[in-house]
């Protein structure tokens, strides 16, 4: 009985093969598969993105969906935890045969699976991290967000010593993630003369306490400070950096980006910077094209969506886009075909607009830097920017 | 129930005490061989997750199961093993190099643990092991030049004779293969002076130091055959995941490790298999099942870790000793079938007393 | 000068946070030879439950903090109860695994309950206070003072009150125990009650510093580390192994950041090669 | 008919893990009594006086003690019924002082001087614990723990003592000095006692009724003198040796082996 | 030279001198018996003895041996095994492993021969296991021989202990209260054991006991030990008859 699965199996390779139907899609069904932290100390982003997501899908379906495929998502919870990624991996790619995943969580999760899927493949769309490591070398099978955490400091660390700082420090996660960080102050600094970076502390995500590493920071007299932070890190290390007296500029990136952070109570993180791949968009000041997702999420979830939110939104949407484009003989070759046509996609929330092409899978270059200025976050400008 | 005659000193030495013993373990190994004949690539990757973990489970059984040496840090040699494996093939050596060297840098690993912890005990061990693993993750997040510190490093697949192991059912072979000699040498030393030695150690230190055992000798080599045994594993896990980055093998995987054996039953080789099975097969189990649930149950984020909890919880709140108790309960149940007792295994009350008196 | 005091008054505070901890490790450990790994769980959990009452409920500040601890203080006992109890004299194993599951089941469940986004609560006692160029978060200060307050009244009672010298006894010899006709499963479900009571109280006073999350609970590592320093079943050690964790952690991060993240380790580990029972030692030679 | 006994057991059943360590056991014992229970090694003694006192629990049977059926109870319920147990191997409090031993005996009671009058009294019997009064108890001798744990149950007032080996690895002075307290016990306070010993000499010497258990049923019961007659109970539990040379005897053994 | 010579050993534990200068010698093939009421150091000398514990000064001589110039794990070696007054036996082990463990001294395999079970090994484990078997017909303990020690009574555990120090083949044996916990058919049965164990295995044997029957029995001397002191060492009877060891330990009742 499972010989002949196996083979039957193997028919269908030939199949796919001729073009006729690749694995997880049928006539009126896309198989998608998510591998993201819904508990562990990601689940915030985790969460979030997959919530919007699902808001996103659910609307294109009960429109009848694309091209008369419903989109469904099989959601696995990797806790932040690689061999757990692995394995739910695993799941989605042998048990679940999906045809694509996407919004994968965690830089490490997604290096570490890129491989397997491939051979298999399986495109990888829209990770939900802007590492790096994850974007580059591009692949075929791989479509990304857009400015990665790397261009993002190096953009933001290159204005600021522009504009008259003179020493940086650095405060990373010990993570893939704080070592982009650290490592694109490095090679930022090193480009203009007259600069150093004086210190750099790391800490564990668990890590609470930052008075000590502040103290050292205030010690060293750095007038930049950037945070290879998240969320909590992001909101109590600049709390005692200002508490302490610190005047320097902190900055921060699309980790530590999220309109909470913002709007955190007793207005104690005025005046932090951060540089992401988009603007942060309010619910109440949202354009039209947002107000249903906003609307939808609120009743679901009691609350307006976070950045997490947005991107995971954006990130279904641009999966729409693309299987619109890819037209109703769905197969792998036509949905990169049909992503990689997407071109001046109007973001949803009226930020940036989105394009890719064969030779672009990288999404925009855009960074903005933003402020946060009476519990807002608040666009000081953007450009198109790319390290070499 | 079945009733040996023995003739012969030497048949208390037999791995297998009787024929069904060598019948039903034969046929275990040939079922297993032949699994990814049956088996689609995904339960043989689960298979294999499975296989590498019982591996490990295997190493810290032998300290902490048959030594009594609490150990909440084997994750750190996990690592160890898994880095030494990945840089080794990465400088273009076979696994026949990377593998014994991933054992014996684990192997180094222990004894640098083992000397100052074979004085330890207790919870004060138990710490000492959790500590070690947080500092040796540490380590290796500033050793970028050799592990790619935290922005991790790619694993090649293991390669024998020149010839790549890449699809699943080889690395699963492979691992299968290595892990019968792993448990065969555990065995040995179980059968011989050595493994009496150990278990000596765990039941009375005194009395095993008044009858000439160095329990500090006896403690160092169980943690070094400890260490080399899950470092191979951590070799194993390396391919299973292909990227390490030093938080993968944080103090959760030390837990995970000791949750498996005590699960399985502390203190057999049976246990470390079982507790590896039962923790897999309730890691998969969940996973599809919650597919299969409502999206409004089963989609609830954190209902995969809540279920896993409250299972684990009612098993050692029913059977603190383990599933293998319970296995040799129905076991005796079968086999004394009309006039078992069900009363017999019947948990008396009770007390404790403190442990400060050492 | 001053950077020094700086660090040395954060210390101090950071370190009466992992003493509290710490001290409900020690108590549980002390009545039932157990070790709670879900005790900085509970301490999560007692912060949530906090923000639930005074922010989400919107009771007033001051009725909020005891309605947590008498909350805490039934569910610490409901635990034991319905739970742990079971496993009372069990392997140790046993119990290690038992209370790490718990801690497993307490972190998803907050997760589903509080969901992932940090919460704060609003605390009357925020804001800061400097004194001669050093700067002091206020609720650091009480931080020092409840500690200072708690550790006296638990001393006391452990020291003279027939409870207190029931629950040394208890956790001596259970049988005897049970023999002398001390209550004993009441004693211990309030050993439970009081140790959640006391974390839960440490994850208040935290609650302002570092923001309220499931993870929350991977803080009672350092609390453990702490409690393992003063030799694990010691009150007094316990508060000192978490002053010591606590005044390392600051003063490392800003002159020795790249062992940061290890120095309290290694201090513990340096501990137990000298003395491998911590400072304050709990095991005696057993008569042969 | 003399009044119902005060402790009366019936055909009680325990289990100690897969062993059935008591098969049906039944017996009384009157108040102001003492009652001996002797058996050899792994008869099941201990196990009976933990089945009755709560510890164990029993499959089967019924415990009744001061017309209260108490089968089951948790120990500390038993205890407060006015139930004192004196366990064997010393189970005292290791880290509390001599005095806090003895006053968590007296834990369930209220009246500070009766208490303190009755620390008098445990002193007046064992002076050796007065001197050590502020001393750990892990600190003592083994006799003194075993008087120490003797105290502790006298501080309890209760109705009947049980005693566990009180014997057991003593010099043969602090044996009969026991024993003197035993005895002395009974008849100046008339405290009941249910008396469980390897040394069925000193027992048989103090008790006023006898049971005989092996391999966990009562083989003989009856008044001291009845025991103190019975051949087999001379020569199996009184060492009387009888006129068999040692070869003989070793040549029995061998005859029963396997 | 005495077989084993003891001379002011003394120790001390909190500032209480446990053991007071006490000096004693052992011959060959004697049975010599220490008694004394409970905490008079019985206990605490033969912990000396297996280094358990660091004397505060004196010397111990096992035949020609200084063993204060080795560690705990070195006494069996010698020939010395010992057994204890609250039993250590290994509780979550067969009866057959722990005797096997007793012949731990006597095995010289390595441990990687060990590891792969190689044929010299399974050779050696024979031979052990042989050597065992001689022991449990000896003890008469062929009943148990796998059962695990954690459901056997009391009396059994007793004798179990007793095996385990003769599978070391020892010289000199020391029974730390041989006798407690036994009934007196059982303890008059250990009374002809220690009999044949110094006849036919030719073995020393120090024993601490509370059974003045079996000291009458078995001993060739007697040493009484009150308050950590020598009180008096002689034959049995002239041991239970000194005034000292009346008083101290025996009392008027006989």
């Known amino acids: 009985m499972k010989k002949l699965n196996k083979i039957t199996a193997g028919l269908a390779c030939l199949a796919l093969s001729a073009g006729v139907m690749a694995q997880g899609v049928t006539d009126d069904e896309v198989l998608l598969g998510t591998s993201t932290a819904l508990s562990g100390p990601a689940a915030l982003w985790g969460v979030a993105a997959s919530q919007a997501a699902q808001i996103r899908f659910d609307m294109v379906n009960e429109n009848g969906g694309v091209h008369g495929r419903q989109i469904r998502v099989v959601l696995e919870d990797h806790q932040y935890q690689v061999p757990i990624h692995v394995k739910a991996m695993n799941k989605l790619l042998n048990l679940d045969k999906v045809f694509a995943t996407f919004n994968v969580l965690g830089t490490p999760m997604n290096l570490a699976t890129a491989e397997t899927q491939f051979a298999k493949n399986v495109p990888m769309l829209l990770p939900m991290t802007t590492a790096h490591s994850v974007q580059d070398p591009e692949h075929d099978l791989k479509l990304t967000f857009g400015s990665s955490y790397y261009n993002q400091i190096r953009f933001a660390v290159g204005h600021f010593l522009a504009t008259g700082r003179t020493s940086a420090c650095v405060m990373y996660q010990d993570s893939a993630y704080g070592a982009e960080v650290l490592q694109a102050v490095t090679d930022e600094v090193a480009e203009h003369s007259g600069v150093s970076l004086v210190s750099s502390v790391s800490h564990k995500p668990t890590d609470t306490e930052f008075v000590g590493a502040m103290v050292g920071f205030k010690g060293a007299g750095c ?117 990689e046509a997407i071109s001046d996609h109007q973001d949803t929330f009226g930020r940036i607009s989105w394009s890719y092409g064969a030779d672009d899978h990288k999404g925009t270059q855009v960074v903005v830097l933003s402020q946060v200025q009476d519990g807002k976050w608040v666009s000081l400008g953007q450009a198109n920017y790319s390290a070499k | ?135 040796v993750e540490d380590v290796a997040g500033h050793l970028s030049s050799i592990t790619g510190g935290n922005r991790g490093m790619m694993v090649d697949v293991p390669m024998l004779f ?50 000439g055992v160095n329990p500090m000798k006896i403690k160092v080599f169980a943690f070094t055959v400890s260490a080399a045994i899950t470092g191979l594993a951590g070799a194993f896990l390396a391919h299973y995941m292909l990227f390490l980055t030093p938080q993968i ?81 129905i076991r005796s149940y079968m086999e004394f079938f009309p006039i078992y007792r069900r009363k017999s295994f019947k948990r008396q009350r009770v007390y404790l007393k403190t442990e400060r008196l050492k | 000068m001053n950077e020094f005091l700086q660090l040395l008054i954060v210390g101090i505070s950071q370190g009466c946070i992992y003493g509290l901890m710490a001290l409900g490790f020690v108590m549980i450990y002390k009545a039932t030879e157990m070790v709670n790994f879900a005790q900085g769980d509970m301490m999560m959990l007692g912060s949530f439950v906090a923000w639930t009452l005074i922010m989400d409920l919107g009771m007033p500040f001051w009725l909020g903090v005891p309605a947590t601890l008498i909350v805490m203080a039934l569910f610490g006992a409901l635990v034991d109860i319905l739970i742990v109890r079971r496993v009372i004299g069990q392997p140790q194993f046993a119990v290690i695994i038992l209370t790490l599951g718990l801690g497993i089941i ?38 020092i003072a409840v500690t200072a307050l708690l550790i006296t009244i638990l001393w006391t009672y452990f020291r003279y009150s027939k409870w207190g010298v029931a629950m040394k006894a208890t956790s001596q010899n259970q049988l005897a125990a049970y023999y002398s006709g001390i209550p004993v499963r009441v004693i211990i479900s309030a050993v439970w009650a009081v140790a959640a009571a006391i974390s839960a109280l440490a994850g208040i006073l935290l609650a302002p510093i570092t923001l309220i999350e499931p993870m929350n609970g991977l803080l009672g590592i350092k609390a453990f580390a702490a409690a393992v320093i003063g030799g694990f079943g010691s009150m007094p050690g316990a508060i000192l192994g978490g002053l010591i964790v606590g005044i390392i952690e600051p003063f490392a991060a800003a002159y020795i950041p790249a062992v940061k993240g290890s120095m309290v380790y290694i201090v513990m580990l340096i501990v137990l090669a000298l003395r491998p029972q911590g400072l304050f030692a709990q095991i005696h030679k057993k008569k042969l | ?164 080996e009180p014997s057991l690895g003593l010099s043969p002075l602090l044996v009969s000095e026991i024993f003197d307290i035993i005895y002395r016990l009974n008849s100046e306070q008339g405290v009941t006692m249910l008396l469980v010993e390897q040394n069925a000499h000193m027992a048989l010497k103090v008790s006023h009724t006898g049971y005989v258990i092996e391999t966990g049923r009562v083989v003989f019961d009856g008044d001291r003198d009845a025991l103190l007659n019975n051949p087999d109970i001379q020569e199996f539990y009184l060492g009387k040796k009888q006129a068999i040379g040692r070869e003989k005897r070793r040549w029995k053994q061998r005859k029963t082996w396997r | 030279m005495s077989f084993l010579e003891i001379k002011n050993l003394s120790i001390s534990f909190g500032g209480v001198k446990a053991v007071d200068d006490v000096s004693f010698s052992i011959e060959e093939g004697s049975v010599y018996a220490i008694i004394g009421p409970n905490g008079a150091g019985k206990s605490t000398i033969f912990n000396l003895l297996s280094r358990f514990y660091e004397p505060l000064s004196g010397q111990l001589n096992f035949s020609g041996n200084e063993l204060l110039e080795l560690g705990a794990k070195d006494i069996a070696r010698l020939g010395i095994a010992r057994t204890f007054q609250n039993l250590e036996l290994f509780e979550h082990a067969s009866v057959l492993q722990n005797l096997l463990v007793g012949r731990h001294v006597h095995n010289n395999q390595s441990w990687w021969r060990q590891m792969l079970f190689t044929r010299s090994v399974v050779e050696a484990e024979l031979e052990h296991r042989r050597k065992v078997e001689e022991v449990i017909d000896f003890l008469e303990l062929a009943h148990y021989r796998n059962q695990m020690i954690s459901g056997l009574p009391y009396g059994v555990r007793k004798k179990i202990e007793l095996a385990r120090a003769l599978c070391i083949e020892p010289k000199l044996l020391l029974l730390d209260e041989p006798s407690s916990g036994l009934n007196p058919e059982e303890t008059e049965e250990m009374g002809f054991w220690i009999e044949d164990i110094r006849r036919d295995l030719n073995i020393t044997v120090v024993l601490i006991e509370h059974d003045m029957s079996l000291v009458a029995e078995v001993s060739d001397r007697v040493l009484a030990i009150v308050n950590g002191r020598v009180a008096t060492e002689g034959s049995h009877a002239f041991v239970q008859s000194h005034p000292d060891v009346v008083s101290a330990y025996l009392g008027d009742v006989k």
């Open chain 1, 223 to 339: 007038d930049l400070i950037v945070f290879g932070t998240i969320i909590r890190d992001t909101i109590t290390g600049y709390a005692t950096a200002r508490q302490l007296g610190i005047t320097a500029d902190v900055v921060v990136t699309q980790a530590g980006f999220d309109t909470m952070v913002a709007g955190w109570p007793g207005g104690i993180t005025e005046g932090l910077y951060a540089a992401s791949v988009g603007e942060a968009v309010y619910c109440d000041s949202a354009p039209a094209s947002a107000q249903a997702f906003c609307d939808t999420y609120k009743a679901k979830y009691g609350s307006d969506p976070g950045v997490s939110g947005q991107l995971g939104y954006t990130a279904a949407d641009l999966v729409v886009a693309g299987l619109e484009n890819a037209g109703a003989d769905l197969t792998v070759e036509s949905l990169m075909d049909g992503l």
């Open chain 2, 1 to 135: 129930m079945r009733i040996l005659f023995k003739t012969n000193y030497k048949q208390d030495l037999n791995l297998a005490k009787h024929s069904g013993h060598r019948f039903w373990y034969g046929l275990l190994i040939l079922v297993l061989l032949a699994a990814p004949l049956i088996l689609d690539g995904y339960y043989i990757g689960e298979a294999t997750r499975v296989l590498i973990f019982a591996m490990a489970g295997l190493g810290l059984m032998v300290v902490t199961g048959f030594t009594g040496q609490v150990s909440l840090g084997h994750a750190a040699f996990l690592l160890i093993g898994a880095y030494t494996n990945a840089w080794f093939l990465a400088q273009g050596f076979s696994s026949f190099i990377a593998l014994p060297m991933a054992a014996l840098l684990s192997m180094i690993g222990g004894l640098l643990v083992a000397i100052p912890a074979a004085r330890m005990s207790g919870i004060y061990l138990a710490i000492a092991t959790l500590v070690f693993a947080i500092i």
């Open chain 2, 162 to 211: 020149g010839y790549q192991i890449w699809q699943s059912w080889e690395l699963y072979l492979f691992v299968l293969i290595i892990l019968v000699a792993a448990t065969l040498i555990v065995l040995n030393i179980l059968r011989s002076p050595l493994g009496r030695a150990m278990i000596a150690v765990r039941d009375s230190e005194v009395s095993s130091q008044a009858l």
């Open chain 2, 249 to 329: 093998f944080g103090i959760l995987l030390s837990i995970q490790l000791l949750l498996m054996i005590v699960l399985g039953g502390l203190g057999t080789v049976h246990g470390v298999f079982f507790g590896a099975v039962l923790i897999g097969v309730l890691e998969t189990g969940i996973s599809i099942a919650k597919d299969a649930l409502p999206s409004s149950i089963g989609g609830l984020p954190g209902i995969e870790p809540l279920v896993f909890g409250v299972i684990l919880v009612s098993v050692i709140a029913f059977e603190p000793t383990g599933i293998y108790s319970r296995w040799v309960k």
């Open chain 3, 106 to 143: 307490f972190r998803a469940a907050a997760g589903m309950i509080w969901g992932h986004v940090p919460l704060t609560i609003d605390s009357p006692i925020s804001g800061f206070s400097s004194f001669y160029g050093i700067v002091i978060g206020n609720e650091r200060l009480v931080i």
């Open chain 4, 1 to 164: 008919m003399s009044k119902s006994p005060l402790l009366q057991v019936r055909n009680i059943e325990t289990f100690y893990g897969p062993v059935m360590a008591i098969r049906g056991i039944s017996l009384d014992v009157h108040k102001g009594k003492i009652v001996s229970i002797l058996g050899g090694n792994g008869a099941g003694k201990t196990t009976i006086l933990k089945t009755i006192c709560g510890a164990l629990e029993p499959q089967k049977g019924t415990v009744v003690f001061s017309g209260q059926d108490i089968t089951a109870w948790q120990p500390d319920k038993a205890a407060r019924q006015g139930m004192g147990h004196v366990p064997e191997g010393r189970e005292v409090f290791p880290f509390l002082s001599v005095k806090e031993n003895l006053e968590m005996g007296a834990y369930n009671r209220k009246g500070k001087n009766e208490i303190d009058d009755d620390l008098e009294m445990v002193f007046h019997y064992f002076p050796d614990l007065k001197n050590k009064i502020n001393l750990q108890a892990v600190l003592l001798s083994g006799g003194q723990q075993q008087m120490l744990a003797m105290g502790r149950a006298l501080m309890m007032r209760p109705e009947i003592l049980l005693l566990d």
